[in-house]
């Protein structure tokens, strides 16, 4: 039997998690026949493939595991799982996710009253006091469209060509398919009974450093979408012009031994950088080991951030402020 859903995950090197994600799976309330699994790895690595074996030589819906020959980054993966869906609708979920069992039938459900995308609800849950990048994480549950818990018609996908596969980090990617998507006239829906739960992964210390380099690809997404980035997402934060300004006016004034000059910048340098670290700490763990994290990564992150701001909008001639 043709499934009626094909359900798409990209992986890589994250066993552990792949297990948990599919024996969720396993515990769907849709029938087993109506549904197949295509596993993406990234990695192409033969412990995951004995993985996907495994679980299919244990019956259930039906598995396959397609190798992604060289790193390619998630929207690759996930455009070659769902190329190779046998279904006409395609629901996408992350590895590290635990799909609610009344995720399928959901989803299915609203996606056939006629939307052409649905974008379910997704968990993350978090302690009474959250680390700085475990808050900004759970911000994936607010938004509009994402990855980790939505469904496509094939034929909608194939008609916006895909995921650009120039988004190579799990950053932006998702924006894209909504607005091309919403650009084509498609319609896309809301289910608020397809859940899963996205627990929030353990980060080594600093990690909001890494992550800035990320922010290169919204140069893309404003590149392709301008009226809806702008409609939509937030523009680069005001904050971190007005520290590097004060920054860069500090080292230039004690460049030409302009001591009033640099001093002043250099004070309000000092108070813009300790309110962002405040800021980023209101309501946080205070543990030692978070506040020393978040005084370094304060100083660092207003001038990381604007380089790949610019890098990006160098790399795709794309230039917004």
Not at 1 to 22: K, N, W
Not at 62 to 90: C, E, F, K, M, S
Not at 182 to 188: S, T, V, W
Request: include cysteine.
């Amino acid at each position: 039997m043709t499934p009626e859903v094909s359900v798409v995950i990209p992986t890589y090197r994250r066993p552990d998690c792949l297990q948990r994600c599919l024996a969720a799976l396993r515990q769907q309330d849709l029938e087993l026949d109506r549904f197949e699994v295509l596993i993406a790895d990234d990695a192409a690595e033969d412990s995951t493939r004995r993985l996907v074996e495994t679980h299919s030589a244990q019956g259930g819906a039906q598995l396959r595991y397609i190798p992604i020959l060289g790193t390619h980054g998630p929207a690759a993966a996930r455009n070659a799982g769902w190329r190779a869906a046998r279904a006409d609708i395609v629901a996408f979920t992350d590895d590290d996710c635990i799909p609610d069992p009344r995720w399928l039938r959901a989803g299915l459900a609203e996606i056939q009253r006629g939307a052409d995308a649905v974008a379910g609800k997704v968990v993350m849950p978090l302690s009474e006091r959250p680390t700085d990048y475990e808050r900004d994480a759970a911000g994936l549950a607010t938004s509009e469209f994402v990855t980790a818990n939505c469904f496509c018609r094939r034929s909608a996908l194939a008609l916006v060509g895909g995921f650009d596969e120039r988004f190579t980090a799990a950053w932006r990617e998702d924006s894209d398919l909504q607005f091309s998507l919403l650009e084509r006239g498609r319609r896309i829906g809301r289910a608020g009974d397809a859940v899963v739960v996205h627990p929030v992964r353990e980060a080594r210390w600093g990690v909001s450093l890494a992550q800035q380099r990320k922010s290169q690809f919204n140069a893309l997404l404003y590149k392709k979408h301008p009226a809806l980035y702008r409609q939509r997402l937030p523009p680069f934060p005001r904050d971190y012009y007005l520290i590097d300004a004060a920054l860069a006016v500090a080292a230039a004034a004690a460049i030409v031994r302009g001591t009033t000059a640099a001093m002043l910048a250099a004070g309000a340098w000092g108070i813009l950088t300790g309110w962002l670290c405040l800021k980023r700490m209101r309501h946080n763990s205070r543990s030692p080991r978070h506040v020393a994290e978040m005084l370094l990564t304060s100083i660092l992150i207003p001038p990381l951030s604007l380089y790949w701001h610019f890098r990006g909008m160098w790399r795709f001639r794309a230039f917004f402020a």
